[in-house]
T-cell receptor, first 111, second 116 residues
Framework: AQSVTQLGSHVSVSEGALVLLRCNYSSSVPPYLFWYVQYPNQGLQLLLKYTSAATLVKGINGFEAEFKKSETSFHLTKPSAHMSDAAEYFCAVSGINDMRFGAGTRLTVKP | NAGVTQTPKFRILKIGQSMTLQCAQDMNHNYMYWYRQDPGMGLKLIYYSVGAGITDKGEVPNGYNVSRSTTEDFPLRLELAAPSQTSVYFC???????????????FGPGTRLTVT
């Protein structure tokens, strides 16, 4: 069965610093991978998705993720953090009829 | 488009009470899902539906029931509320199953439920 593991439940960066949120996946078939963001008291919003068309995927708000099959990873990055990026981020992998989510990483951005 | 809507936003239940969480979508999506979100646990799938009249269990279905009489609506029923059901519940919809095609799920704003 497909699954994802997010490394680090909390990440703290300074405004303007690089954001790196880690996600490793396990899948017996080529995976479809997603990153979602959740702002306080809101639902999840799609940041980006990997569909095998390109290994480097660009999403909204300046985020991007790189699919690395050899490392079974799909890490999320942003070159320069903004205060508005503070949120919880979820990595997910698609299953047969559902989606399996990681436990989430809470990003804090310090001024 | 309103997208995915959920009611109520908040609810406090006593142990043993019943309630229905409402979910509706106006995107004509065939697939709909119910998740619960507990701190540090990510989202766990409770039930899903692949179309009107068709539902199936997810990871954590015990204590819940669903029905899907129309494409638009997918209510979640709690029959005998227990403290373990205190959680935030999210409804989502998708145009195709995620496993076949990379179409993402669209989420509602959630219902925060407390059982005391």
């Amino acid at each position: 069965a497909q699954s994802v593991t997010q490394l680090g439940s909390h990440v703290s960066v300074s405004e303007g610093a690089l954001v790196l949120l880690r996600c490793n996946y396990s899948s017996s078939v080529p995976p479809y991978l997603f990153w979602y963001v959740q702002y306080p008291n809101q639902g999840l919003q799609l940041l980006l998705k990997y569909t095998s068309a390109a290994t480097l995927v660009k999403g909204i708000n300046g985020f991007e993720a790189e699919f690395k099959k050899s490392e079974t990873s799909f890490h999320l990055t942003k070159p320069s953090a903004h205060m508005s990026d503070a949120a919880e981020y979820f990595c997910a992998v698609s299953g047969i009829n559902d989606m399996r989510f990681g436990a989430g990483t809470r990003l804090t951005v310090k001024p | 488009n309103a997208g995915v809507t959920q009611t109520p936003k908040f609810r406090i239940l006593k142990i043993g009470q019943s309630m229905t969480l409402q979910c509706a979508q106006d995107m004509n999506h065939n697939y709909m899902y119910w998740y619960r979100q507990d701190p540090g646990m990510g989202l766990k799938l409770i039930y899903y539906s692949v179309g009107a009249g068709i539902t199936d269990k997810g990871e954590v279905p015990n204590g819940y029931n669903v029905s899907r009489s129309t494409t638009e609506d997918f209510p979640l029923r709690l029959e005998l509320a227990a403290p373990s059901q205190t959680s935030v519940y999210f409804c989502a919809s998708s145009s195709t199953p995620s496993g076949i095609s990379p179409y993402e799920q669209y989420f509602g704003p959630g219902t925060r439920l407390t059982v005391t």
